[in-house]
């Protein structure tokens, strides 16, 4: 890391350790942990661990699953069975909290009954956030991928945004015959998503606000996108931000930052890399992101992307994708999430 970017997260983390300072009297006072920094609930609930999540549709709504040995456990269908108040949607969830959970998927699991569980083959899968407050994008924060197109490596994070419009899912299509571009590209991406509020918090802490990690694909429109100096027209049309299928908490991934990540167009491998090449690790970006903004629960961050976009390579070379064509996208410890374009 150069002699600036250094410069510039010292100070960012600063800022966020005596803001958590000038905070502590508050949180002591409300009964939370001191150092929780600014605008962190004193009582926020407890985030679950060990579970692999996923959302898929009931009727004409989402409802929440809990990968296990014996399949997708229908949470919703659980607890009318046993009459739990625990959450029931990824929303719930992020807002209460684990809040019954993981006593709900134990007792599913020890009563053995097949009804409880579906297999992941006959469910249609919804994003695996469905309303986060904020979709943040970071952009260029791989070293090779700045290479790539030829951009000097950031100082600060690069930021931008996607609106829930763009939200898409595991075996979902991409309409890009109905947008107004022709130069459409992929962008293999570790999803971060909040789990609990956030303001001003040190790169030391930024982790511990993370409820999990999930598979995404920050799909582009180039020729929109470099329309003007904002990118934002060329990120976020309909179904541009596929997520998932799994949501996994943070505690199953351990170090987001050595996870292998991998983008594939019909079959052929086309970006293969690690999560060790960004520029600002995930803490990095937690921290920095909420030194600028309060970061909610259910909040999800696009944290990048590697080498092997379709706009690095010569002109000669770029064929750009195009209706018909089949993305997989995959991430160590997070799976496999596939969509198509039309």
């Avoid at 609106?163 to 595991?170: T, V």
């Avoid at 909610?296 to 750009?320: L, N």
Wanted: charged share 20%.
């Amino acid at each position: 890391m150069d002699g600036q970017r250094r410069a510039f997260l010292k100070q960012i983390g600063v800022t966020g350790a005596l803001a958590a300072a000038g905070a502590t009297a508050l949180t002591k006072d409300a009964g939370g942990a001191a150092g929780a920094g600014v605008g962190a609930r004193p009582a926020a609930p407890a985030m679950p661990k060990n579970m692999v999540l996923v959302t898929f549709r009931y009727g004409e709504e989402y409802s929440l699953g809990i990968r296990t040995d014996k399949g997708i456990l229908d949470v919703k269908k659980a607890a009318r069975a046993v009459k739990s108040s625990a959450p029931t949607t990824i929303d719930e969830l992020l807002a209460l909290g684990d809040h019954g959970l993981s006593e709900l998927r134990d007792r599913a699991l020890a009563s053995g009954s097949p009804r409880l569980f579906l297999d992941d083959k006959d469910i249609a899968y919804g994003p695996c956030v469905t309303n986060p407050p904020k979709i943040i994008c970071v952009g260029l924060n791989y070293r090779r991928h700045a290479r790539e197109m030829a951009q000097p490596i950031p100082d600060a994070p690069v930021l931008f945004n996607k609106f829930n419009i763009a939200l898409n899912a595991h075996q979902g299509v991409v309409r890009v015959s109905a947008v107004p571009a022709t130069e459409f590209d992929y962008e293999a991406e570790l999803v971060i998503v909040i789990g609990q509020r956030a303001r001003d918090v040190s790169e030391a802490e930024a982790l511990s606000y993370v409820f999990g990690y999930a598979v995404g694909n920050d799909f582009t429109a180039r020729d929109l996108q470099n329309r003007s100096t904002q990118w934002m027209i060329g990120k976020t049309s309909d179904g541009f931000a596929p997520i998932g299928p799994w949501l996994v908490t943070a505690d199953l991934v351990g170090d987001p930052n050595k996870l292998k990540i991998e983008c594939r167009v019909n079959g052929e491998l086309r970006q293969s890399s690690s999560t060790d090449d960004m520029v600002f690790n995930c803490a990095q970006l937690v921290s920095y992101a909420s030194a600028l903004m309060t970061l909610e629960p259910g909040d999800i961050i696009f944290s990048g992307t590697p080498e092997g976009v379709i706009a690095g390579y010569p002109p000669d070379k770029q064929v750009w994708l195009k209706p018909g064509d089949k993305l997989t996208t995959t991430i160590e410890k997070l799976g496999e999430l596939q969509f198509t374009l039309a």
